[in-house]
């Protein structure tokens, strides 16, 4: 943290803060808003009720109506500041209300007579309240558990099956020398150019003769390869002496332990990078999942967030509750390794 306020307090012009200083740090700020504003809105928005959510103009914190128990009444009845016609201010409870008009009682004389008031001269009392309903209600609503087991299974598989067979791929086009071997790499990396919705009709029917539909091995091996892994992998790879190989083939080490115990720890700043990558897209991989599966004990999370949607009505408290909630296990992972991308990115194709 120290490092951090270092690294903030320093001045172009030394101890004096130049225009420079100023445009820097305006830039910076600029761009923490742009980066973590829509983020602090959607963590602030899931605590809000439904009804705070389609207000208008929106509010950035969490308002909630504050209600009173009232004798006579069998439920909380809601508070607002009402401006009487004399300019007096009291704070009076909503009985009903029909049209522009509502009905106003006092809650330190409920025995009074209710006072017919214009909605406009009532201003609701709210305060901040940091309400956990829609996470408990969207957890109650659907199996959340089960998706959750299903999402952390697909991705932890997946993502051990990307790294696996792209290290092996990189290592086998970094360290060996045969004909064809640039061709293939190009071959490779050009598939990048082929848009995803033109082979996805073609990787669902391989995957329905393997009789992989509905299953979530249907989700894990299409996509455990990928050309962007092998790039990443195999850049880094090169910058990785040969003479390492070669003293270890001296000793008598086979091609695998090699691969095993010298490539891959050397590659590990890349493998992190690649490890972070992999996790988001099979985390947050939303339409593959929906062509592959269609029972509902097989959801992955961003499938089950649908069920929220219907025809008539989206459930948005609900569906930005669990929007929470399915960003936290990538928080967690970009914490521990986010050391690693700088290392991993930077150093990616030097020799």
């Known amino acids: 943290m120290s490092s951090v306020w270092e690294f903030l307090g320093r001045r172009q012009g030394g101890k004096r803060l130049t225009t420079a200083d100023l445009v820097t740090y305006l830039y910076l700020l600029l761009g923490t808003v742009v980066m973590f504003g829509p983020v602090v809105w959607l963590i602030l928005s899931s605590f809000k009720p439904i009804e705070g959510l389609y207000e208008f103009p929106p509010t950035f914190l969490p308002y909630r109506q504050q209600t009173v128990l009232v004798p006579g009444y069998d439920e909380p009845l809601p508070l607002y500041e009402v401006t009487l016609e004399d300019g007096t201010v009291r704070r009076l ?22 006072l017919q008031v214009k ?14 309903d829609n996470y408990t209600g ?11 087991r299903n999402t952390v299974f697909v991705t932890v598989v997946a993502t051990l099956f990307t790294l696996l067979f792209n290290s092996m791929a990189a290592f086998g086009l970094s360290k060996y020398r045969f004909a064809g071997r640039d061709a ?129 009505n989206v459930q948005w408290h609900y569906i930005l509750a669990m929007t929470v909630l399915t960003l936290l296990p990538i928080s967690v992972v970009f914490a521990f390794l986010q050391k690693y991308i700088t290392t991993g990115i930077a150093t990616t194709g030097m020799k």
């Open 93 to 114: 409870a909503q009985i009903s209300r029909v049209g522009l008009v509502a009905r106003m009682i006092d809650p330190a004389a409920p025995e009074a007579k209710p």
């Open 119 to 132: 909605i406009d001269q009532r201003q609701p009392v709210r305060k901040v309240v940091f309400n956990l």
């Open 138 to 148: 969207a957890i109650k609503s659907f199996p959340f558990l089960t998706y959750l």
């Open 184 to 312: 293939i790499f190009l071959v490779m990396i050009s598939t990048l150019m082929v848009p995803v919705s033109v082979i996805l009709i073609p990787a669902f029917l391989v995957i329905s003769k393997v009789g992989w539909s509905n299953n979530l091995w249907g989700l894990i091996i299409p996509g455990a390869a990928t050309p962007t892994g092998v790039f990443l992998l195999r850049q880094y790879m090169l910058t990785i002496p040969d003479e390492l190989m070669d003293s270890a083939r001296i000793d008598g080490a086979s091609e695998w332990r090699i691969y095993w115990q010298i490539i891959l720890p050397l590659a590990a700043p890349a493998l992190a990078v690649l490890t972070i990558f992999s996790v988001m897209w099979r985390w947050n991989d939303f339409l593959w999942p929906l062509i592959v599966l269609s029972k509902s004990e097989l959801f992955t999370l961003q499938v089950g967030l649908n069920a929220f949607q219907g025809d008539l």
